[in-house]
């Protein structure tokens, strides 16, 4: 039992480029998150899933987007990358009614 | 104004010292109230959370004051292991619409235990 992964764990980019971080879930979760975590900033809440099928933006979800593939996995994608997107970013799950939330190890992205 | 308030720190304390973290939010209507622990350079993870009648898990007392809007999180017989970030964490609880479940986290405060 993995709980939630992320790919990958580290990632330099130039501005204008894209990716996709990838984040999964082996504890059957209906709900999963992300969020980006900035110094002096706390986590911020950008896109959710509340369950498959279903997205909905958080507090910072400009210049990106998201896609819930399955129950078990939900990818962010940053289609032009900017210098204000280095951040940590960390995908959570949350089960039922239950509001604790599982955290991934994180996503360390500079953009040059 | 920050929905979760926390003082940053760092607190540096000696092993064996009793240490308070406090946190104020700003939405009254809050409903569920968490402290979470993040060591350097990894994720965050649910320390405990907290009740209006206060609980305690340990060495760690957690409290809730909802007239105040204001959380603590005492920590007795501090041990180097407890060297962390402490992050203040509301939710406006399962009703409340699309918004429910959400997680606001504060900024988090930092604790460095001294041996």
């Known amino acids: 039992n993995a709980g939630v992964t992320q790919t990958p764990k580290f990632q330099v980019l130039k501005t204008g480029q894209s990716m996709t971080l990838q984040c999964a879930q082996d504890?059957?979760?209906?709900?999963m998150y992300w969020y980006r975590q900035d110094p002096g900033m706390g986590l911020r809440l950008i896109y959710y899933?509340?369950?498959?099928?279903?997205?909905d933006k958080g507090e910072v979800p400009n210049g990106y987007n998201v896609s819930r593939l399955n129950k078990r996995e939900f990818s962010l994608r940053l289609e032009s990358a900017a210098p204000s997107q280095t951040s940590v970013y960390f995908c959570?799950?949350?089960?039922?009614?239950?509001?604790?939330?599982?955290f991934g190890p994180g996503t360390r992205l500079l953009v040059l | 104004r920050k929905e979760v308030e926390q003082d940053p720190g760092p607190f540096n304390v000696p092993e064996g010292a009793t240490v308070a973290f406090n946190c104020t939010y700003s939405?009254?209507?809050?409903?569920?109230f968490f402290w979470y622990r993040q060591d350097c350079r990894k994720e965050p993870k649910l320390l405990m959370s907290?009740?209006?009648s206060g609980n305690e898990d340990g060495r760690f007392t957690a409290q809730l004051n909802r007239a105040s809007q204001y959380i603590s999180l005492l920590i007795r017989d501090s041990k180097l292991s407890d060297s962390a970030t402490y992050l203040c964490?509301?939710?406006?609880?399962?009703?409340?619409?699309?918004?429910?479940?959400?997680?606001?986290f504060g900024k988090g405060t930092k604790l460095s235990v001294i041996p």
């Open positions: 959570a799950s949350r089960q039922g009614r239950k509001e604790t939330q599982y």
């Open positions: 504890m059957n979760h209906n709900s």
């Open positions: 899933s509340a369950s498959e099928g279903t997205t």
């Open positions: 939405n009254s209507a809050s409903q569920s």
């Open positions: 907290v009740y209006s």
């Open positions: 964490v509301v939710s406006l609880g399962p009703y409340s619409g699309a918004g429910s479940y959400q997680l606001t």
